[in-house]
């Protein structure tokens, strides 16, 4: 088995937020990735998937917790590690436009990186961003246009070659395909999975389409309120959720049963504020199943047939730290 790639542990981001109050956006959230694996991140908008990404690549700030990335710890902010990472790991972004420098033509942009980064020597980089524009179905004809003068499509597949143009071992991909047409984004799909095999990429996958996580994610993890609730093999999370979370967000997905119809509120109760978190598990005022416990004692990760699970209906398996206990 190869050692985890990324290791992520009781990692918190807050901020002030109005009022003086603390957005608790990330709330003790830990996960390991494998190099070449795919984790998916799904869950509500403002569950905190986008700030545990940003913060991962260190773009954003990290209030407590710890990151690991190849053994590195680029957690505590030192400023070596922080530039280990920026040079083996990229992020791709939601809107293909507002990623890339409007002034800047795709092929210079792809340029821009292999020169910051010393990718290739300077007499190399024009045939290295013919490569990279190949590499991910652009024509090089293509290198002289501004991000205006492409598709959604093309800009995404520029972000990509510009992703890939440091050769990252890791890449989070934020939302990379909700902005594009349904038969783009199937293009898009297509290409980070084949990218993913050829370059044995790791990613991380953040997306609410779940029908889209199921397809390319090795593993998935469900966001609520900042913690992720249950986290297991795609197909387990998939073919049998385990949390009330996962089992109504599952329900509120056509995608995965074009057949079903979906509840007119598959929730139910307030929209969840990271401003404003219950006590106990945060998800007591909208679960059916929710016991006196949930409202005062948040659950410990327990294991339930592989997955790791938030929720007090588990609580007669083994904890998280149990299990560590046993493999330790
Ligand atoms: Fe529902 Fe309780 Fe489980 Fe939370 S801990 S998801 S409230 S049953």
Do not use: W
């Not at 249950?230 to 387990?236: H, L, Y």
């Amino acid at each position: 088995m190869s050692a985890p790639l990324l290791r992520v542990k009781d990692l918190q981001v807050h901020f002030p937020g109005p009022k003086g109050r603390l957005v608790r956006a990330v709330n003790g959230v830990s996960f390991t990735l494998k190099p070449g694996e795919t984790l998916g991140l799904v869950g509500e908008s403002g569950c905190g998937k986008s700030t545990l990404g940003r913060a991962i690549l260190r773009l954003g700030d990290i209030s407590a917790g710890a990151v690991d990335f190849d053994g590195i710890d680029v957690g505590g902010g030192d400023r070596d590690a922080i530039l280990r990472l920026r040079l083996e790991t990229a992020m791709i972004f939601q809107d293909p436009y507002n990623a890339l420098n409007p002034r800047l033509s795709i092929g210079q942009a792809i340029a821009e990186v292999l020169r910051v980064h010393r990718k290739v020597p300077p007499a190399r980089i024009a045939a290295r961003v013919a490569e990279l524009m190949q590499l991910v179905g652009l024509s090089p004809d293509l290198a002289n246009r501004r991000p205006r003068a492409l598709s959604g499509g093309q800009c995404q597949r520029a972000g990509i070659a510009r992703a890939l143009a440091i050769v990252p071992k890791l890449i989070v991909a934020d939302e990379c395909v909700a902005a594009l047409d349904v038969s783009i984004q199937a293009q898009i799909i297509n290409l980070l999975i084949e990218l993913k095999a050829r370059m044995n990429l790791a990613l991380i996958f953040i997306a609410h389409d779940l029908g889209v996580v199921r397809r390319i994610c090795d593993r998935v993890a469900v966001m609520y309120l900042g913690r992720i609730v249950e986290e297991g093999a795609t197909e387990d999370v998939f073919g049998a959720p385990r949390h009330p979370y996962t089992r109504a967000l599952m329900r509120a997905i056509p995608e995965i049963d074009p057949d079903r119809i979906l509840p007119a509120d598959p929730l139910g109760g307030e929209p969840p504020s990271p401003l404003d978190l219950p006590t106990g598990c945060a998800f007591h005022p909208r679960c059916a199943d929710a016991m006196p416990v949930c409202r005062q004692e948040y659950p410990a990760q327990r294991f339930v047939a592989g997955c790791r699970v938030a929720c007090h209906l588990y609580q007669d398996q083994t904890t998280h730290s149990e299990q560590e206990r046993i493999h330790a």
